[in-house]
């Protein structure tokens, strides 16, 4: 958080601001360059005034960043509550380590749900956007298939299915075998196939319902692979004109 990489927007706007004042001497005016740097990087020192102002600058800078990043803020202390669930611990380090780096991309996820559904609870909120989060970052997370649960405050839940690094996704391949097979058994008639998958699918959902701590009380939760995520199936939509 010290590098100068993580100041750097604030901190070239104030040397630019520097830039078109007139300096007694070019010499000086390297110094108060050299002096911000130094600020920027927590390097220690005795600070002249003109780096006091300046640092003083970037502070105010990010109190304001950071009044604007709450949601941020609050994602990653969800994604530490009882409310969240991610099959990979690792996963969860590194997703929480993402959200800091790269809010930005966050909000905009965030906006772009607004724009989409309106009014959300934070755990609608969140059960769209962190998934999004980890399938744009796919590279930085593990090949194997990726499960995160997200459980809402009044029952219910949902767990969304990432496939892993090179697309397979156990769910996927399951919901696939399932439409197919429906299919089959309306032209032959024969459903025996299709009760099979049904059990087999019947299984699986209890599987991960268990995994991720779903109690009796709290309701199964949705399952939803990321394609269909945009979508949130589990928000009701409002009933056409």
Known sequence: MNSISAVQPAALLILQQANTQPAENEDKTEEKKADLVQVANGISGEPSKETMRAAFAVNAAFIDVDEKSQLVSDAIAFIDSDKFKISDPIAKLMLKGLLSEKGWQFMQLANQQYEVHGGLTRESLFALTIPQMVAKNRE????????????????????????????????????????DEEIAALVTGNKEGLFQLYEEFGRFSAAMTKAFDYKEDEGSPMLIDIDDLASAPWIPKPPRS
């Open 140 to 179: 930085l997370f593990t090949d194997d298939e990726i499960e995160i649960g997200i459980k809402f405050k009044d029952g219910g839940g949902v767990v969304v299915f990432i496939p892993d690094s090179e697309g397979n996704s156990t769910y996927r391949d399951l919901v696939r075998a399932i439409s």
